[in-house]
């Protein structure tokens, strides 16, 4: 039995163990709960619009109606020590055109101070972008299911020893499996994985600057399916050498250097992006900016293209309420105070991939930057068909990959309260453009799915409220889609949690 196999067995039977109130409290767990989700999504034009299935973590099916129930459970224990053990699993059905059984999430974990230790299919977030508010992070967003992943990491932002509490960093260490072998060119692709965030002063001082990057890699992978196609060795091998070039990136670079020419691609994919922030708190007012740069190739890394990548701002107005916006399986939470404004945040965001192929006369649409894919990893920066990423870099059914990588976008958040009922509203723009050299699912022969310009807006309206039933919370996001890249559309989707906390 594999490594992973034996794992889920673990973690689904410790969970249905703590599930039972009465062992939980035998044994004294500091924090369990239990419950289910039922959520149902119809359209006028059969498909299901943008804001409805982006970012819920791949639940939804693009293509058509959907009806799903998802069963979930978690636990955890504090030792004396300090040593706290936990786990969480998720376990998903959907009625669909295509339907599925599966673990959204489904992990265990160790932490001990700030440290931590996860195994398993765990949500992350990267990027110094609003969680509720935004389009999406460049380098990983909530678009699709996580990947299996042995994660080592610390407890969110960790003081600087011998820095008076001046300096804070976070960082990850990980290794992770590609199973979604309907969507890869190439069989058991391995993921590598890393960060490092630096934070001048607390989160809450009057200003507080941080900057980072973050960095991800393919490599390995079985290609023997393709015979004479497949790449050379040394492109592909896993050894601890192997690893080492993908650690520091040695063998890696496109080499598409700024003055033009270059050396062929050494098969291993590397993407990440540098990440900056800047944050401002003033009385009850939180001013915070964010800036993603891309990296994919050698003028990314030297900030040849420094239009390319993310930006946003955030004006929000802070209280003690904890937001109960659920894509991720995270229990729910509840006002811990009475100051509910009916306007908590404004979030703007702008992303724009057309810089490096502006900037240099050398490059042309087809055959230079192509975001999320990759060719030998021509499944590229996407998982079971969908963008790792940001959410506008969309997929389509017969292509493995990503066809829309060229684009202008737009997107305007906000969020608040009206009595009970918490809401957020989106309004997405975008100027897509398609991409060059995509795979085809069939045979994964790279084709061109460039396109003329094509505009998008996207709408969406959710509201939230748990007061109908104790412990029960109903929702409801009623979204649009007009323009050349989808048909148009107006979508609604209904939502029943039940948690036992």
């Known amino acids: 039995m594999s490594f992973r196999a034996s794992f889920v067995i673990l973690i689904v039977g410790f969970l249905v163990f703590i599930s039972n109130p009465a062992t939980a409290q035998n044994l004294n767990f500091d924090n369990y709960s239990y419950g289910w989700q039922i959520q149902g999504v119809t359209s006028t034009a059969g498909d299901t619009p943008f804001w409805l299935h982006s970012n819920r973590q791949g639940e939804m099916y693009r293509y058509s109606a959907n009806g799903t129930l998802s069963l979930f459970a978690s636990g955890s224990h504090t030792f004396d020590s300090g040593l706290s053990l936990s786990g969480k699993a998720n376990l998903f059905f959907r009625g669909a055109d295509e339907s599925t059984i599966r673990f959204q999430q489904i992990y265990g974990k160790v932490s001990y101070r700030p440290f931590q230790l996860s195994v398993g299919r765990k949500q992350q977030d990267f990027g110094f972008v609003h969680p509720q508010l935004t389009m999406g992070s460049v380098e990983m967003s909530h678009n699709t299911r996580p990947m299996t992943q042995l994660n080592f990491s610390t407890v ?13 960093y976070d ?4 290794h992770g499996w590609k199973d979604d072998t309907e969507f890869r060119y190439a069989r058991d692709v391995l993921v590598h994985q890393k960060h490092l965030y630096l934070r001048i002063f607390s989160d809450d001082a009057p200003v507080s600057p941080r900057a ?13 399916h393709l015979g ?29 250097i700024i003055e033009g020419g270059g050396l062929p691609n050494r098969h291993q994919n590397h993407f990440g992006s540098y990440d900056f922030g800047l944050v401002f708190n003033q009385g009850p007012y939180r001013l915070e900016l964010s800036r993603q740069f891309i990296l994919e190739d050698t003028p990314n890394a030297r900030f040849g293209t420094p239009w390319d990548g993310l930006w946003g701002v955030t004006l929000e107005l802070r209280d003690d309420t904890e937001t109960r916006w659920r894509d991720d399986g995270s229990e729910s939470g509840s006002p811990s105070s009475d100051f509910r404004p009916a306007l908590q945040a404004i979030h703007y965001e702008h992303i724009n991939t ?44 017969g292509y493995i990959g990503v066809v829309n990588n060229q684009l202008v976008g737009h997107h305007l958040g906000l969020m608040g309260h009206t ?66 890249l989808y048909s148009e559309n107006l979508g609604l989707l209904l939502s029943i949690r039940w948690n036992s906390n």
């Open 228 to 256: 004479d196609d497949a790449p050379v060795e040394d492109g592909r091998q896993v050894s601890l050498g192997a690893y080492r070039d993908v650690f520091f990136s040695l063998a890696s670079d496109s080499r598409e």
């Open 212 to 224: 980072g990057i973050v960095h991800f890699a393919h490599w390995g992978g079985d290609f023997s």
């Open 419 to 484: 009595g009970p009922v918490d809401w957020r509203f989106f309004t997405t723009y975008s100027r897509n453009y398609g991409a060059g050299r995509v795979a085809r699912q069939d045979d994964g022969a790279r084709v061109n799915k460039l396109t003329d310009r094509e505009d998008q807006w996207s709408f969406m309206l959710e509201l939230q409220t748990e007061t109908l039933l104790p412990n029960l919370e109903t929702s409801a996001a009623l979204a649009y889609d007009s323009g050349d």
């Open 354 to 397: 057309l810089d490096g192929l502006t900037r240099y006369e050398h490059r042309d649409r087809e055959r230079h930057v192509n975001y999320y894919n990759h060719s030998t990893y021509r499944g590229g920066w996407t998982y079971e068909g969908r963008s790792i990423g940001n959410p506008l870099f969309i997929g389509e059914q």
């Open 156 to 168: 969110d932002f960790q003081p600087v020893p011998f820095t008076d509490h001046i300096l804070y």
């Open 171 to 174: 960082a990850s260490l990980a």
